[in-house]
T-cell receptor, first 113, second 114 residues
Framework: GNSVTQMEGPVTLSEEAFLTINCTYT??????LFWYVQYPGEGLQLLLK?????DKGSNKGFEATYRKETTSFHLEKGSVQVSDSAVYFC????????????FGKGTLLTVNP | DTAVSQTPKYLVTQMGNDKSIKCEQN?????MYWYKQDSKKFLKIMFS???????INETVPNRFSPKSPDKAHLNLHINSLELGDSAVYFC?????????????FGEGSWLTVV
């Protein structure tokens, strides 16, 4: 079956540090890949997505590239801010269908001033 | 305007009770979902509906019954609540079930069973 593996958290960084959150996946076919973010006490918001190999998703300074050869979709940001503190989820959709979005376990990021 | 809204946001209830969580989306989407987030933040799909038709029922106990009166609403009814049902329940929607479509989530309903 499909699965998503994220780096274990929590991750604690100082403001303006470089962020990488690793995500690898196992899937049949050619899934679409997503990063969602959950701020404290809120629901999930789409951060970025990529629907085919070599696509790069980007939003709010975050980037992730769909790497089919390494089955990865690592999230990066060059300079984090305190406001980026949240839980980040990597996810994939079944090849051909979005009816079942499979999530990783989430990575808690805390950014200190 | 809230795209996906669910009520109530917080619910504390006793074991054995029956409760419902309501969800509405004003995005004109065809597909709606219920996800459960446990205490470790792990998210797992429970149900998905497309145009009021059940597409996925992911090994959820029979005590959980989704109801979709129209494609803009997907309510979740839970019978005989158990302690293990304590979680955050997220409603969500997407344009359709097509791969790559963005899924929009509600703000969650925090259910505590005591």
């Amino acid at each position: 079956g499909n699965s998503v593996t994220q780096m274990e958290g929590p991750v604690t960084l100082s403001e303006e540090a470089f962020l990488t959150i690793n995500c690898t996946y196992t899937a049949t076919g050619y899934p679409s890949l997503f990063w969602y973010v959950q701020y404290p006490g809120e629901g999930l918001q789409l951060l970025l997505k990529a629907t085919k190999a070599d696509d790069k998703g980007s939003n709010k300074g975050f980037e992730a590239t769909y790497r089919k050869e390494t089955t990865s979709f690592h999230l990066e940001k060059g300079s984090v801010q305190v406001s980026d503190s949240a839980v980040y989820f990597c996810a994939l959709s079944d090849g051909g269908s979005n009816y079942k979005l499979t999530f990783g376990k989430g990575t808690l990021l805390t950014v200190n001033p | 305007d809230t795209a996906v809204s669910q009520t109530p946001k917080y619910l504390v209830t006793q074991m054995g009770n029956d409760k419902s969580i309501k969800c509405e989306q004003n995005l004109g989407h065809d597909t709606m979902y219920w996800y459960k987030q446990d205490s470790k933040k792990f998210l797992k799909i429970m149900f998905s509906y497309n145009n009021k038709e059940l597409i996925i029922n992911e090994t959820v106990p029979n005590r959980f019954s989704p109801k979709s009166p129209d494609k803009a609403h997907l309510n979740l009814h839970i019978n005989s609540l158990e302690l293990g049902d304590s979680a955050v329940y997220f409603c969500a929607s997407s344009q359709d079930g097509g791969q790559g479509n963005t899924i929009y989530f509600g703000e969650g309903s925090w259910l505590t069973v005591v």
